[in-house]
């Protein structure tokens, strides 16, 4: 896996359905689903720290595959999550109700979150 990198969100998919289903007020969700973000992922061997930059909002997270963890969750909260790989370029993390998987596809970052039989989908590009 090479993970390692800057991407800038590019677009994203039922943003508003997904933050309603997980209990967003409408009113961050407004101010939120314009705002682009950066994520930083740092890999070395299995262990990860990703930082996420979003307006003035930083959300940092580490985990180590295979070892359960506490990270931040969409909603704010911190909850227990393991992260697992499937194959060389997919990472999926099971959060309380919320499944996240997380693809590296050429200089593309897809990052999937379903709730339910709600996708949201997560398209960012490679910055550097």
Do not use: C, W
Not at 50 to 73: A, C, D, L, Y
Not at 92 to 116: A, C, F, H, P, R
Request: charged share 25%; proline share 2%; glycine share 8%.
């Amino acid at each position: 896996m090479a993970f390692s990198g800057r991407y800038e969100l590019q677009r994203q998919e039922n943003f508003e359905p997904f933050m309603k289903a997980i209990g967003i007020p409408d009113d961050l969700i407004e101010k939120g689903k314009d705002l682009k973000s950066v994520s930083e992922i740092v890999q070395t061997g299995d262990h990860f720290k990703v930082t996420v930059t979003k307006g003035n909002k930083v959300i940092v997270n580490e985990f180590t595959i295979g070892e359960e963890t506490e990270v931040q969750s969409p909603t704010g909260e911190q909850i227990k999550a393991l992260v697992n790989a499937e194959g060389s370029n997919k990472l999926v993390v099971k959060m309380q109700n919320i499944t996240s998987v997380t693809e590296l596809i050429g200089d593309q970052l897809i990052i999937t979150m379903t709730i339910g039989d709600i996708d949201y989908k997560r398209i960012s590009r490679r910055i550097s």
